[in-house]
């Protein structure tokens, strides 16, 4: 071989080493005399040149030949070069990348990091969102809500007419904190909610106005038919706690957990935090069945859950029972029980529009005993139900009570309450029904009988957004959440202005707390008929105003004596209007909360 064909070897294996190799594929097929270099070009598909019609047997033409072909290889790889970078420029256009998808996808989320430890990552960065400030790790393990509420009321209420009763402290104007409450929520460690929230605003009567020899039991307050006077007693303000708990999140089978003080699992506007109540009160089933004196907070242990499909829930619980005691959370009493639950189903939920169009169903069912160990002082009875005007002007204990039973003694209570609700847009219908029925009642323990006794009541209301909006469903908890304007109301210097979301409503609700034929023993409570109408003002995600005006027909009758020429049960006497007659209340409240 020539020193000229060794001369252009060298050549070429420099020019392979530049070019991914292809000139050395040339060379070797040149030197073998096989078609590698065709067979190479056909995987690749990479256009050749034309082959010439004579194979020359002189070295030095065959080495020309080559290097026109591996000149016309580079410039198809040019061009080929020039197309893939305008792929890659048309790619990144369009938010990708041509230099590895993964890479890509990591940056997009970081928050899902393979293998890292819950809680390694404590670095906290805030933000406002509709519900206020919340904190918050990249990863989630932690959060934190500092949550408030101030619903500052004025109520107005009318003249009782021919109603008897009724004591001059309770037919006047009044301004009232009805809530003042601060506290937190969050979660720690990913897998455990919390929330911790007390009550400023808890007015109490700490001696029976009526008499200031009596034991402040708590179960009687002013206005009976006796007559007693005015602001007696001291009224002070205490705090009080109100939802104090921790939730076990993504327990097997249970789904979650619940420990503390919290709304025991029955009844829709029970359940349902007062920041989103559609009126300035709840219905009078709630101060009678599901609140009275325990503000609507019990001790307990629940669980609840939700399908996968998030139309249905079953949620239910244990707690101690402190319903008809007048402690608030403080409680004491063996054999006091509470065990029970509800049970949602949504047969209709429109995904698309996140239940702008939905229909909610709900059973809710609780068995309850009572403390049987009664102190001197209780006199041997333990329940009260009453229900308190639809607007509070005064302390909790000097409310006046529109029906109410007096005390009594009774062993159980079974309580079941179906609920309906069904949304259209802005269009919202909502119902609920409320049974219970006394085991073992009596007008004392060891007492004369009260035979069955059982009451009743209910409401039925009905409210629209003129602004468009809807109410928000929470599938988790089976209730109302927060609700959101389409626009804010506003107004600033440059002459903007927001309508914000305005929401008018009515409502007629019903509670019979007579049980027994009349004059005959039993117990007569009365019965309560009320008609709100209201209209709330949404200025944005954390404020509103209401005004309620309340019209309400009572029917109370005195209690019967307990035998033939004895005389009436002094504690079944109550403490409530006599006669037949009208209410009326205008209230307007001023409501802020994050």
């Known amino acids: 071989m020539s020193s000229n064909m060794f001369t252009h070897i060298s050549k070429y294996i420099s020019l392979g080493a ?10 070797a097929a040149t030197l073998d005399g096989t078609s590698v270099l065709a067979q190479q070009q056909d995987q690749q598909q990479v256009p050749v040149a034309q082959p010439v019609s ?10 020309q030949e080559l290097e026109q072909t591996v000149a016309q290889q580079q410039a198809s790889l040019q061009a ?21 998808g993964a890479a890509d996808a ?26 206020g400030p ?44 009805r809530r003042l409450r601060l506290g937190a929520d969050g979660t720690m460690y990913d897998n455990i909610d919390y929330v911790f929230e007390v009550d400023l605003a808890f007015a109490l009567q700490n001696v029976d106005p009526g008499n200031s020899a009596a034991p402040a039991t708590g179960l009687r307050s002013v206005g009976n038919a006796a007559g007693a006077s005015g602001q007696g007693g001291n009224t002070i303000n205490v705090i009080q706690p109100t939802t104090i708990f921790m939730t ?5 089978v249970l789904g979650n957990i619940r420990v503390g003080n919290q709304q025991d699992w029955i009844s829709f506007e029970h359940i349902e935090s007062a920041r989103f109540l559609d009126f300035m009160e709840r219905s009078p089933i709630m101060d009678a069945f599901f609140g009275p004196n325990n503000n609507g907070y019990i001790p307990g242990v629940s669980f609840f859950r939700t399908t996968e499909n998030q139309r249905a829930n079953i949620q239910m619980g244990a ?36 239940g702008r169009y939905m229909v909610h169903t709900a059973m809710g069912a609780e068995y309850r005993t009572f403390n049987s160990q009664l102190a001197a002082g209780q006199d041997g009875d333990n329940v009260r139900v009453r229900s308190r005007g639809v607007l509070r002007q005064t302390s909790s204990t000097l409310d006046l009570n529109y029906v109410d039973t007096g005390n009594f003694y009774a062993r159980s209570q079974t309580c079941l309450c179906p609920e309906f609700v069904w949304q259209h847009g802005p269009l919202l219908v909502q119902a609920e029904y409320a049974y219970s029925n006394f085991g073992g009642a009596a007008t004392s323990k060891g007492g004369k009988s009260l035979g069955n006794v059982a009451f009743n009541g209910g409401y039925v209301e009905v409210l629209y957004f003129l602004t468009g909006e809807n109410r928000q469903y929470n599938r988790q908890s089976g209730v109302f959440d927060r609700v959101v304007p389409f626009q804010n109301a506003f107004s600033t210097r440059t002459g903007q202005f927001g309508w914000g979301a305005w929401q008018p409503g009515w409502r007629v609700d019903w509670l019979d707390l007579n049980s027994g034929n009349p004059g005959q023993i039993g117990v007569h409570g009365g019965q309560e008929l009320d008609n709100t109408f209201g209209i709330n003002w949404f200025l944005n995600s954390n404020a509103r105003f209401q005004m309620n005006y309340v019209l309400t027909h009572v029917d109370n009758a005195a209690q019967v004596a307990q035998a033939a020429g004895g005389v009436a049960n002094a504690a079944l006497a109550g403490s409530r209007p006599i006669g037949n007659g009208y209410l009326q209340s205008v209230g307007i409240r001023m409501d802020f909360n994050w």
């Open 80 to 100: 080929q070069q020039v197309q893939v970078q305008k792929l890659v420029e048309q790619l990144q256009i369009a938010g990708g990348s041509a230099t590895g």
């Open 319 to 354: 707690y101690h029972n402190s319903v008809y005691d007048s402690g608030y959370t403080y409680d004491i009493g063996s054999g006091a029980w509470i065990g029970g639950g509800r049970g949602t189903w949504c047969p209709y939920y429109d995904e698309a529009s996140n």
């Open 18 to 27: 530049k070019t991914g190799g292809l000139a050395a594929l040339l060379l």
């Open 106 to 131: 990591s940056a997009a989320a970081p928050d899902a990091p393979k293998g890292y430890v819950v809680g390694s990552d404590r670095a906290m960065a805030g933000a406002y969102g509709p519900g």
């Open 248 to 252: 076990f999140k993504e327990i097997p």
């Open 134 to 177: 919340v904190f918050s790790t990249k990863n989630g393990d932690f959060k934190f809500h500092p949550r408030g509420l101030v619903q500052a009321d004025i109520i107005a209420p009318g003249p009782p007419g021919a109603l008897g009763g009724i004591n001059n402290l309770q037919t006047q104007d009044a301004f009232t904190f």
């Open 54 to 63: 004579y194979v020359s047997t002189d070295p030095d033409d065959r080495l």
